[in-house]
């Protein structure tokens, strides 16, 4: 065909397909092309959600302890499941025994205690103090023996954990074990709340002196949670050195049982030390 021809009809019809043929092409590359970009995409979404899992992972993992070997029941405990601290707030354990050099009898004080129990923290708060100075100076021996039945009273079952928590204080670092007490009791939470998690138990050890790998691992594993539910219910059932115990706090001075009428009589430092004085001259 020359410049001035004019194309005929299947001349038309050829450019005309070529020009279907070419669209067909392109939009074909386009499509091609969108559809990869979309895998793309899909693939780049995923591994940032896979990359923030496993990042979530990872600091999870990070802040974990490897949970310890221990016993069926925590070592350093007294026969009744308690740990027992004397003179310089050591524990009395089997390889030391912190009583001091006195002419005159020693008062013993026993406490049952649950750590969610609002009813320990009232008489505890304001009697501590002498307590801690007693068993320092060799005035008296200490013994604290938690037990655990409130975990009805907390959203993430505070009160066991926080047994299994101070056991694991006690098997492990039971010289800082009266410390760690204290901390428990005085940031107990409030019934019906959420206790506190597992980090803020083992940040308490540390304050007291206990934050070792073994003590944190302990806590996060809850390893000494079949003993808090055996001995528990073993404490709940059966006289314990003929005294049956059927809350907390149960306090004993040499075998007498304190009891309070009032709110005042329980908070009263000065009425315990009067106990204390009269049950030891028994």
Same mark, same amino acid.
């Given at each position: 065909?020359?410049?001035?021809?004019?194309?005929?009809?299947s001349?038309?019809?050829?450019?005309?397909?070529d020009?279907?043929?070419?669209?067909?092409?392109e939009?074909?590359?386009?499509?091609?092309?969108?559809?990869i970009l979309?895998q793309?995409?899909?693939v780049?979404?995923?591994?940032? $959600?896979? +990359?923030?899992?496993?990042a979530?992972?990872?600091?999870?993992?990070a802040?974990r302890?490897?949970?310890?070997?221990?016993?069926?029941s925590?070592?350093?405990?007294?026969?009744? +499941?308690?740990?027992?601290?004397?003179?310089?707030?050591?524990?009395?354990t089997?390889?030391?025994?912190?009583?001091?050099?006195?002419?005159?009898?020693?008062?013993?004080?026993?406490?049952?205690?649950?750590?969610?129990?609002?009813?320990c923290q009232?008489?505890?708060?304001?009697?501590?103090a002498?307590?801690r100075?007693?068993?320092?100076?060799?005035?008296?021996?200490?013994?604290?023996?938690?037990?655990?039945? $409130?975990?009805?009273?907390?959203?993430?079952?505070?009160?066991?954990?926080?047994?299994?928590?101070?056991?694991?204080?006690?098997?492990?670092?039971?010289?800082?074990?009266f410390?760690?007490?204290? $901390?428990?009791? $005085?940031?107990?939470?409030?019934?019906?709340?959420?206790g506190?998690?597992d980090? =803020?138990?083992?940040?308490?050890a540390?304050?007291?002196?206990?934050?070792?790998?073994?003590?944190?691992?302990?806590?996060?594993?809850?390893?000494?949670g079949?003993?808090?539910?055996?001995?528990?219910?073993?404490?709940l059932?059966?006289?314990q050195?003929?005294?049956?115990?059927?809350?907390?706090?149960?306090?004993?001075?040499?075998?007498?049982?304190?009891?309070?009428?009032? +709110?005042?009589?329980?908070?009263?430092?000065?009425?315990?030390?009067q106990?204390?004085?009269?049950a030891?001259? =028994?």
């Amino acid at each position: 065909m020359t410049f001035n021809d004019k194309p005929t009809r299947s001349e038309k019809r050829e450019v005309a397909r070529d020009k279907a043929r070419a669209l067909r092409q392109e939009t074909a590359k386009r499509e091609k092309r969108n559809r990869i970009l979309i895998q793309l995409s899909v693939v780049l979404v995923t591994l940032g $959600l896979v +990359g923030g899992i496993a990042a979530v992972v990872i600091v999870d993992a990070a802040n974990r302890a490897d949970a310890p070997v221990v016993g069926d029941s925590p070592a350093n405990l007294t026969a009744l +499941g308690g740990l027992k601290v004397g003179v310089g707030l050591q524990a009395f354990t089997a390889s030391n025994t912190p009583t001091p050099d006195a002419a005159e009898e020693t008062p013993e004080i026993q406490i049952y205690v649950d750590y969610q129990c609002p009813i320990c923290q009232a008489f505890d708060v304001p009697n501590s103090a002498q307590m801690r100075s007693w068993a320092d100076i060799g005035a008296a021996t200490i013994e604290i023996r938690p037990i655990s039945f $409130l975990d009805r009273a907390s959203l993430n079952e505070y009160s066991s954990r926080a047994a299994n928590s101070a056991f694991c204080v006690a098997n492990f670092e039971p010289d800082a074990f009266f410390d760690y007490h204290e $901390l428990l009791m $005085l940031n107990q939470p409030e019934e019906g709340t959420s206790g506190h998690d597992d980090d =803020q138990l083992f940040a308490y050890a540390e304050e007291a002196r206990a934050g070792t790998e073994e003590v944190k691992g302990c806590i996060q594993a809850k390893s000494f949670g079949d003993y808090v539910e055996q001995h528990t219910q073993r404490v709940l059932s059966e006289p314990q050195d003929g005294v049956s115990v059927s809350g907390t706090p149960t306090i004993l001075v040499n075998g007498n049982q304190y009891t309070w009428a009032t +709110g005042n009589d329980l908070v009263s430092a000065e009425r315990f030390a009067q106990f204390v004085q009269l049950a030891t001259a =028994q």
